[in-house]
């Protein structure tokens, strides 16, 4: 008998597996757990199917927390089953196994989590020796899926990938066992004792108590935040009977003021007597109220669509408009990626391949088919019919040197059926998608700029004003704040203002300003931050050019928020989204901050991240920066065991619990 050997696909999850099956036409039985044809098995994970196990399963002495027993750190790891899903791996197991096949293809995620979810379970199941492909796709499209398979590359050109995916498991593993039961020994009591509660676990990771510092240290700069007032000198000048415009006095040089100590900042002063005093002497000083107009330039400015969406981005943007936390956004995303309507979500990219780009104009033409917004499919015929997607090649929207495992996010043209059974929250993000990729093609949006510099004796008063006389892009993206009179009342005005001329001066009044204190996070602002390595970058075109690496992955960060507030860290208010800290999560920052405030330096936390992107592209070796961890942990533990300060930190809780209405519930 002619022995058949067979492929075996293996997904991340069920709904996946079907999509590879339909694209693959594996048309087979559906038995437990695996779909059969005569030519191939496809068969699936469930998200993880194997964990590190806890230290007991090492020594059954570690399952009590004792500081006798740190730092622990394991020759070797060992790894189990998880409880719930025993059975869908012995299913893949068995089929990993089977003698029939010879090929496996692995089809889990196409990123660090994915590659260690089927690394994790080879391992389990004793490495067999297959022919091992790894599939990398970008979306779920049949398309997609079939050139997937068809340049699936030999599992161990992932090796790195893989290699990194087992360290960041590590020392999450190794910080949060190590830190958490280190501090929980030597502070726990203290804090517990403090709050009046029974026995409070000190919990620590390498990226959560990072973020929880950002939050923290917000608030304080909120609450420490003094209000400054200063004086604003506005004048109003006349040009004829309509026209009356207004211009604001800076100290710029050539004034009597240039770098006064007296002044708050360019544009004002520190007392209002000073501000007073100037204009009783300008009055004094414009002859018959006559002024000069010293300066008029006119210049078109051009403004081109902004970059695509990474998850960052979408998570920041469904944050402020539609009031959703970022993992929120993240399942929807993935939902309509899962629908086929969309790219991979947990980019990091905001640009496109070059190759992608080449065919790009495929996407936009499945567009045209688009049921739900009539104008969508005028935008897209649009950019077809004049051939706008031609040169986008050239652009700063794509750009290889920017993507690590996949490009921004974009609609892919398909799934399309589906957009009318999609709930109302799915269609706005998708629509935001749509929107932002075609926008990419349209010219840039044009602004008509007046500046007039109108000057009395030595000093200056300045005008701008803008307006938008073509709409560009903005015709696709629609923005709130784009005010599209094409011309307004000033602008016309000014624009006939000549250098040289004389206009009346109408008045000059002092005006009180107001710094603003730092504004606390937003769900979506902080991940926003924490792509930025703790920063918080509000220009998006300075964000793209300092973008190194991040504290966390996109794959990662909404869950680490998720997971702060769940163990009651932080807050987020679900009408405004904004981000704060709870009295435990200033207390366990105070905690941090005075045992090891390393943690809390996001750069520190990004280096480590850009360690795991340097181990995935061969730049360092994986015992290299396992040494570097393994002493990290050994050095702040021998660290926190001399310090002898539990006491000393009740002062820091007494000064920050008064901001608490009631301390042992840390509710304001």
């Known amino acids: 008998m002619v022995h058949i050997s067979k492929a075996l696909f293996i997904t991340e999850k069920p709904s996946v597996a079907a999509e590879f099956a339909k694209a693959l036409k594996i048309n087979g039985r559906k038995s437990d757990g695996y779909i059969e044809s005569d030519k191939a098995v496809v068969t699936w994970c469930v998200g993880h199917l194997v964990t590190m196990s806890y230290p007991e399963k090492y020594d059954v002495k570690l399952k009590k927390w ?29 089929q990993l196994l089977r003698e029939d096949i010879d090929r496996v293809y692995v089809c889990t995620d196409s990123g660090r989590e994915g590659e260690y979810i089927y690394r994790l379970v080879d391992d389990l199941a004793g490495n067999p020796n297959k022919q091992k492909r790894r599939v990398w796709i970008d979306s779920q499209t049949e398309e997609e899926i079939i050139r997937g398979v068809k340049e699936a590359k030999d599992l161990k050109e992932y090796d790195t990938l893989s290699e990194a995916a087992y360290l960041r498991a590590k020392e999450d593993y190794l910080m949060g066992i190590n830190f958490s039961r280190l501090l929980s020994l030597v502070y726990g009591k203290t804090v517990s004792n403090y709050l009046g509660k029974n026995y409070i676990v000190i919990a620590v990771g390498r990226v959560m108590s990072c973020v929880l510092g950002m939050v923290v240290q917000r608030e304080r700069e909120v609450r420490e935040f003094i209000v400054t007032p200063f004086y604003k000198i506005i004048g109003s000048f006349k040009v004829d009977e309509e026209s009356i415009y207004e211009g604001e006095w800076k100290a710029v040089e050539g004034s009597e003021y240039f770098d006064s100590p007296l002044l708050y900042n360019e544009g004002g002063f520190k007392k209002q007597e000073t501000a007073e005093k100037l204009i009783g002497e300008l009055r004094d000083s414009s002859i018959e109220g006559k002024i000069l107009v ?16 990474n998850l960052a981005e979408i998570q920041n943007e469904c944050s402020k408009k539609f009031k959703i936390n970022p993992e929120q956004t993240l ?60 040169n986008i090649a050239k652009t700063k929207y794509v750009d290889d040197s920017k993507i690590t ?48 510099i109108a000057k009395i004796h030595k000093e200056r008063f300045f005008t701008t004003d803008k307006v938008c006389v073509e709409l560009g892009y903005l015709q696709v993206l629609k923005p709130d704040n784009d005010s599209n009179d094409s011309e307004s009342k000033n602008m016309k005005f000014l624009s006939t203002l000549k250098k040289g001329q004389v206009v009346n001066l109408e008045d ?64 987020s208010n679900n009408k405004t989204q904004v981000v704060m800290p709870t009295l435990l999560g200033e207390i366990i920052y105070d905690v941090v901050k005075n045992s090891i405030p390393t943690l809390l330096n996001p750069e520190l936390t990004a280096s480590w ?9 061969n ?34 809780f007494d000064s920050v619990s008064s901001f608490y209405k009631n301390p042992q519930t840390g509710v304001e």
């Open 294 to 309: 010293e300066n008029v330039t006119k210049k078109k400015e051009n403004k081109n669509a902004p970059l695509l969406f």
């Open 66 to 94: 004792s500081l006798d027993t740190l730092p622990f750190l394991p020759k070797a790891y060992k790894y189990e089953v998880i409880e719930g899903v025993k059975k869908q791996f012995n299913i893949v197991k068995s």
């Open 331 to 390: 399942s929807h995303i993935q939902a309509l990626y899962e629908k086929k309507m969309l790219t991979y979500p947990r980019t990091d990219a905001r640009v496109l391949s070059t190759s992608v780009a080449k065919e790009i104009n495929k996407n936009i033409q499945k567009l045209t088919n688009f049921k739900g917004d009539p104008e969508i499919k005028n935008i897209a015929t649009n950019i077809l019919e004049k051939k706008w997607y031609s």
């Open 405 to 452: 495992d996949h490009y921004a996010i974009i609609p892919t043209g398909e799934g399309l059926q589906n957009y009318l059974s999609l709930k109302d929250i799915e269609k706005k993000i998708y629509d935001l998608v749509l929107r932002r990729f075609l926008s990419i093609f349209y010219p840039p949006a044009v602004y008509s700029k007046v500046s007039v």
């Open 508 to 571: 000059l009044i002092v005006k009180e300003g107001k710094t603003s204190p730092p504004k606390r996070f937003t769900t979506g602002s902080i991940i926003i931050a924490m792509e930025n390595a703790g920063k918080l970058i509000e220009d998006e075109e300075l964000r793209e050019h300092i973008k190194g690496s991040g504290i966390g992955t996109s794959a990662t960060r909404s869950g680490i928020l998720t997971k702060l507030e769940k163990i009651e860290y932080i807050k």
């Open 619 to 652: 730049e360092i070796a994986g015992n290299l920066y396992m040494d570097k961890l393994e002493n990290y942990i050994i050095k702040n533990t021998d660290r926190v065991l001399k310090l002898n300060n539990a006491l000393r930190l009740k002062n820091n």
């Open 609 to 617: 991240e850009k360690g795991l992107t340097m181990v995935t592209q």
